[in-house]
Nanobody, 118 residues
């Protein structure tokens, strides 16, 4: 069993920046992909970004590419989502995920709210 705990959400002004953190515990993660999804009120859950635990390469959705970046601090079992140039469309609950396939994550965090004021 893997436990994921997000932190860092909050209220930020449009154009501002925010960094989310995810702490993972419970098992080894060397073969896992970790990432972030988000869900805004009235909208479908969508993929945001992912990173491979081994190697450090990352991928982001077109909607956030160039504004968001993901990184890992693997010695501490933590990953980050650095967000900049935020706008109202980024307002959502952000979920940290982990698994062998980013399309079907095996583990989910509880979510953290990001609200962008406009």
């Amino acid at each position: 069993q893997v436990t994921l705990v997000e932190s860092g959400g909050g209220l930020v002004q449009a154009g501002g920046s925010l960094t989310l953190s995810c702490e993972a515990s419970g098992r080894t993660f060397s073969a896992y992909v970790m990432g972030w999804f988000r869900q805004a009120p009235g909208k479908e859950r969508e993929f945001v970004s992912s990173i491979r635990w081994s190697g450090g390469s990352s991928y982001s959705a077109d909607s956030v590419k160039g504004r968001f970046s993901m990184s890992g601090e693997y010695g501490r079992n933590r990953v980050y989502l650095q967000m900049s140039n935020l706008n109202a469309d980024d307002t959502a609950v952000y979920y940290c995920v982990a698994g062998r396939n980013i399309r079907t994550p095996d583990y989910w965090g509880q979510g953290t709210q990001v609200t962008v004021s406009s």
